[in-house]
C-alpha cells in the first residue's frame, strides 16, 4: 500500500511539478525545428552554427522530427545558423543571441527550389522560452552597462525579482562588501556563486562568494530564485558570472569612473541628527578603473582574452569619526551636535576598500571538435577599517587582506552532433586576514556596551584558509525522434573538496562589559585554533522530453557530504587557566553523511502551439550545502569558549582585574562555545550527534503561465510555495522546558521611549548543562507564500524597460519549545511563532538589519533619445524592514545569562518603506570600430534619507537612536573607450 501512494505521489509530482532546464553551466543552447513551406518536417537538413564562442563551426542533422540542437554555447556575440538541403534554398539566419542557461529558439521553414539560392534573415529571439520551467532572471550587456548601478553583482541581485537586499547601495557606497540578501524565506547559507561554471561559493561563510569581481569582465550574468534544476544542488539563489572570451578580432574596452563628494549632496537633517544619526554617509571618493580585451593567438584556432581592473573605494559611515582634536568620540559626544553639517562629515573616519582584479583566459582548438580552455582569476581585497559603524569606532575595526587566486582547465569535445562532454578542473585558493588595527591590540582588554552594544578600545583578530578543489564531468546527449518526442539527456558529477582551517585570538583574553557604561561582567576567552575537512561528491542526470506543445523535465540528484574535525592545540587563557585551560585535540568524525536523493520534475505546456503563451509549474526537493565543521564542529573542544562572570570594576579604571571578578561556579553568568563550566579541567568534550540527524530540506512547488504580448513584449506571472523543514542545531543536554519559570520584570527605559510595558522573561531552576547534542529541530517549519509578475519590452523603438513586483511571506511556525531553543528556553516563544521570518543582518557595519519585504518592486529601463543619447533609470521601492523594539533582560540564574525580549509580536513594526531613482545619460561618439562614451550618473536623485537601523533596545540611553541611513545624492562621471 504504501508503495503504491509512493508511486501515485511521484505521478502527481510528474504531472503537476518541473524542474528547470537552466543550468548552473555558463552556457545556453540553440534548438529547433526545420519544416517545409507546408509545415511537414524536414529530416536530413544540415544545420551549421557558427561566430559567437566558437572557434570553429559545428554542424548537425535533423532527425526524423525535424529537429536539432546544439547545446554548450557560449554567449557573448551572436551566432550564425545555416540550414541546407538539396532542393531546398538554402536559409542563413544571422544575429542569433545565446543567453546563460537559456533556450534559444531558432526555427526554418525552407522552400523548394532548384538552384542553389541562399535566404538571409535576421533573428529575432522569441522572449517566451517554451523549455523553461524556472524563474531567472539574465542580465546581458546592454542591462550591465546602460542602466544605473553601482557596478558590482550584488546591484544585479537587488534588481531580480523577489530578492531583497541587506543595504541600500548609493552609487558604490557599499561596494567595498558583499551585501547580503534573501529571496523566497530563505536564509543565505544555500546560494550559490559560480564563475565560468566554477563553484567559487564560500566554503565556510556559505552561500557568500569567496572573491569580488572587476564588473567589465562579466559578459553575462543570470540569477534564478527557483525551479533549479538537477545541476544546481540547493533550493538558494543561483548566481552564475560568465566572463568574457576572444574572438579571431581583437577587441576590448577602457573605463574610468570617478565619484567624489564634491559631486554629492548633502541629506541630514537636523532632526536626523537630533534623533542620533550626528552625521550623514557620504561618498568620500570612489575611482573605478580598468582595462579588458582579448583576440586571436591563432585565427581559426586559438584565442586569449585579459582584463585588469581597480576598485578604489572612500566613504564616511553614521557617526564613525577620526580620533583628531575637535571632533567628536562618539554620537553621545555634544560636539557632535554642535558642529555644522559640513563640519561633523570632515570628521568622519573614511572606511577604504581596494580591490585589484586580473583575468587571463585562453582557448585553443586541439583537434576537431576538441576545445582546451584555461582561465585564472586573481582578486586582491584590502580594507582599512572593516565593520565600521557608530558602535565600532576604529581602533576595534579589522585590517582586512587576503587575496585569492582561481583557476580552472576545461575541455570540452564534441563526439558527434548530437553527443557533447566536457572535463573541468579548478582550484579557488580561497582565505583573507581580519587584523588588529595594531598589533598592541591583542594585549588590550575590549570594552563593551551590553544595552549600546557599542564597542570601545580592541577587538579580536582571526586568519582564514579556505581552499575548494573541484573536478566535473558533464555530458549532453540529443535523441531526437524516441518514444514519440525528442530527449535532451545531461548527466555529470561533480567532487569538490574544501578543507579549512583558521585561528582566532582575543584582544586582552578578557572583554569588559558595562550596562549603560556601569561596570557588570567580565567575559574570559579561550582562542579558536580550527581544522576542518569536508568532501561532497555529486551525481545526476536529467532528460528535457519534448513533444509536441508539451516539454517535460524530469531529474534526479545525489549529494554525498562528509566532514571530520583534524586535530589542534590552544593555549589556556592566561589570566584564568584554571576556568580555560589549554587543549591538545587529536580529531573527530561526527559519524553521520549527509546522502541526499533530490527530485526535480517539471512540465510546460505550449498553450496555443504558436510559442507565445506558456504554462508551466515545478516540483523540487533540496536539500542544504554544509560547510566544513558544520557537523564534527559539535565535537571539536578547540573552538571559541567563553565564560562571564560578575565585575565589580572597584577601582574604576574600566579593566579587569581578577580581585574584581566573582570566580565561583555558582556566580558564572554565561558561558560559550564546546565547553563545560562544571568539569572545566576535562580536555575534551561530552557532546554528541544525533546518528539520526536529516540535512535541511526544502520542498518546492511552483506555478507560472507567460505570455508574449508581441515580438518585443512579454509578461510573466508566478506563484510559489516552499517549506523549509529539518533545522538543525546544537541542543543542552539535561534541561527540559519544565525547567524553567517565568520572571516578572519592570525595566527602567530610556527616556522619551514610547512604550516601556512590564514584561516577562524565563529562567532556568538548574544551572545550564555543559552538554550538547547535535540535533534536527522538531517541530519547527518555515512556509513560505509569494507571487511574482514580471514584464519585459526588449530595447526596440529606441527603449527597453523590465519590471516587477513581488509579494513575500514567510512564517515560523513551532510546535513546541524543542525546535525553539537550544536550553528550551520559552522565553519570547509566543513572539516568534506564526510571525515573519526575518534573518538578521550582520557584518561589515550591517547590524540590526531584519531583512523582510513583504512587498517588492523594481523598474530599469533605457530610451535612446535623438542624437543618440542613451537615458537609463532604475526604480526600486520595498516595505520597510523590521523594527523589532527590545529590552536586554537582566543577568538571569542558572548561568543563562540575558536575552532580549521583544515587545511586539515579530514584525508587526517596520521602518519606513524604502524608494530610490538612480538616472544616467550616456553619449557615444563612434569612429569607425573604436568609439568613445562619455556618461552621468546620478544615484539617489531625490536625495532620500530613509532610515535604515535604530538601536533597539528601549532600556539603553541611546534607545531608537539613528545608527543607518541612506547615502545622500551623488554624481558619477565616467568614460569609456571600446576598440
Partial sequence: MRGKLLALMAMLGLVFGSASAMAQAPTGDIVGRVVDASGAVLPGVVVTVSGGALIQPQSAVTGNTGTYLFSGLQPGDTYTVKFELTGFRTMVVERVAVSVGGNTTTNATLEVSALQETVTVSSEAPLVDTRKTGTKTNFTQEQLQNVPSARDPWVMLERTPGIAMDRANVGGSQSGQQSGYISRGAAGANNKWMLDGVDISDTVATGSTAVYYDFDMLQEMQISTGGNDVTQQTGGVGINLVTKSGSDTIRGSGRYYWTDESLGSTNITEDLRAQGARSGAPIQNIKDYGIEGGGPIWKGRAWFWGSYAKNDINVGVVNFYKKEAGCPVNAADPLAQSLSIEEINNCLNTDQTLLDTYNIKGSALLFSGNTFTWHSNYNKKGRNARDASDTRPFETTYIQSGPVWTHKASDRHVINDRWVAEAAYAHVAGGFDLLFQDPSYRAVQPLYDIATTRWERSYDESVFERPATSVALNTNYFRPATLGGDHSFKIGYTFRNTPTTSTTVYGGDVTAQTRNSAAERARFWRS??????????????????????????????????????????????????QWLPGIDFQGADAGVTFSNWSPRLGVAYDLFGDSRTVVRSSFSVYYGQIGPGNLSGTLNPVTAASITFPWNDSNGDRFVQLNEVTLTRAAVIAFDGNYNPDNPGFLGTTNTVDPDLKNEKTVEYTGTIDHQLSSKMAVSLSYIYRQYSDFRFSQRVGIAASDWAPVTYQPTCAAGVPSCPQLTYFQPNISIPGTQRLVNRGGYARDFNGIEAVFTKRMSDRWMLDTNYAYNSAVDNFDSVQGYSTSFDPTNLGIYNGQQYAVEAGGSGIDNVFVNGKHLFKVAGVYTAPWDINIGGT?????????????????RTGAAGTVNLILEPFGESRYDSFQMVDARVAKRFNFGRRSVEGSLDFFNVGNVNTVLTRNLNQAASTANQVTGIVAPRVLRLGVRVLF
Avoid at 521601492?877 to 543577568?891: A, D, E, K, M, V
Fill in 528 to 577: 579558536s585554533a580550527l581544522d576542518y575537512a569536508l568532501s561532497t561528491h555529486s551525481v545526476f542526470a536529467q532528460d528535457t522530453y519534448t513533444r509536441n506543445k508539451w516539454t517535460l523535465t524530469a531529474g534526479l540528484r545525489w549529494d554525498r557530504q562528509d566532514d571530520s574535525a583534524h586535530g589542534s592545540s590552544v593555549e589556556s587563557n592566561p589570566l584564568i587557566p
Fill in 875 to 891: 526604480y526600486n521601492f520595498r516595505t520597510g524592514y523590521l523594527f523589532p523594539q527590545r529590552i536586554l533582560s537582566p543577568n
